[in-house]
């Protein structure tokens, strides 16, 4: 399987300044081709390259290669909706291969500029240090906050996993995180200190709310400061979960089961009764991330991933299989009107979706695939 390597560059201030103008100089090209693909509604790179090759060298002043690199990321990004022309930020990603990128030494990295080749120092931990021997293919030059990172693609071999004859049961939630059907509330005293996560996005909320209503000056620029430390402190929170949830699998030989919970963004907007406030929360939950990370790191591990059909877990009771909304008391409590049988309400719907697993009616996916949500 592919995975990402993000190393950080280290370039002087005469090196910085020609990775800078390349990368403007390409995005520029990008908007120019992207102008003409509108215009003959041609998403083809050949096409598009027999049209503004030439054009497009002579007036940015890209290399051979460089302009190919550019045609093919207009033609990706015109593909996915050919309704509008596609626009590029002056920083934009761009694109690298072989032939103008380049490892001449173990933390060194050659690049190809409008000021001809540089050789960049790069910084890299001991992940990184492991995997560099297995870069392969394309690379994608990123501009973030004033420093230059080099977006790599490697080969991580991935065992093939067994057939599992049991699962564990994760119920994805928003006041708990993660549930597992072992009985275990992952952003709580038995898994990751992440209790307070929900606190951390209301206080984001609020102070971009302030600083909207402000609208000055000095409120863009601080929420420009600010801006990506959610979307960093969710992403740290998503890999403490996934991976304690899939070393959790593999220690006990079983699989993950999941709900398969494509389109419930969708649902939750077609909802009128849903007030603003909980579209807030249920909209900055990043669950599409925690099942990708739980994805790609099962796959790692060799552990296999089914998705059930969430409809019901969380009114069904574990015990009986007595289904009614009555069950459900309230968002954490659970007694079933039937037998009596009570419980956390995500630790049931959790047991409900490891028995969703195992049953015949299970809504099973290759383990490599990732619905969409």
């Given at each position: ?12 201030a ?12 390409f995005?520029a ?42 045609i ?51 910084r890299?931990?001991a992940?990184?240090a492991?995997?560099l ?11 973030r ?7 790599c ?28 059907s072992d ?29 909207q ?6 409120a863009?620029r ?23 949830i ?8 079983r ?29 900055s ?12 790191k099962?796959?790692l591990?060799?552990?296999s ?49 490891r ?6 009616g ?12």
């Open positions: 399987m592919k995975q990402t390597l993000l190393l950080k560059l280290a370039p002087d005469d090196q910085h300044a020609a990775l800078l103008g390349t990368l403007e100089a995005n090209a990008c908007n120019a081709v992207a102008v003409v693909a509108f215009r003959e509604q041609s998403a083809s790179k050949i096409d598009l390259q027999k049209l503004v090759y030439y054009d497009i060298r002579q007036r940015f002043g890209l290399s051979a290669q460089m302009t190919i690199r550019a093919a990321k207009v033609a990706e990004a015109y593909k996915r909706d050919k309704r509008i022309q596609p626009r590029f930020r002056p920083h934009g990603a761009m694109t690298y291969d072989e032939r103008i990128c380049s490892f001449p030494r173990v933390d060194r990295v050659s690049l190809l500029t409008l000021d001809g080749r540089v050789v960049l120092p790069f890299y931990g992940y990184q492991a995997r021997d297995r870069i392969r293919g394309q690379a994608d030059l990123l501009y906050d004033g420093t230059f990172y080099l977006s693609t490697v080969d991580a071999p991935a065992p093939t996993p067994d057939e599992a004859s049991d699962y564990v049961g994760v119920d994805l939630g928003v006041m708990t995180l993660a549930a597992t009985g275990e509330f992952l952003n709580h005293s038995t898994g990751p200190k992440h209790a307070h996560v929900n606190q951390v996005r209301a206080r984001y909320s609020r102070f971009r709310a302030r600083l209503q402000k609208d000055t000056k000095s863009k601080l929420l420009k400061k600010r801006s990506g430390r959610e979307r960093r402190f969710t992403k740290d929170v998503n890999h403490c979960l996934s991976k304690a899939v070393q959790t699998a593999q220690g006990t030989s699989g993950i089961a999941l709900e398969d919970l494509t389109g419930i963004r969708e649902r939750i907007s077609a909802k009128r009764t849903v007030s603003k406030r909980q579209r807030r929360v249920l909209h939950w990043a669950f599409c991330q925690l099942r990708a990370f739980i994805a790609y099962a796959a591990a060799g552990v991933v089914v998705y059930v059909n969430p409809a019901y877990t969380s009114q069904t009771c574990s015990r009986c299989g007595h289904c009614e909304k009555a069950n459900r008391k309230s968002q954490a409590k659970f007694r079933c009107v039937a037998c009596g049988f009570s419980a956390h309400a995500d630790l049931n719907a959790a047991e409900n979706i028995r969703a697993a195992r049953s015949c299970q809504t099973r996916r290759p383990w490599t695939t990732e619905p969409q949500g």
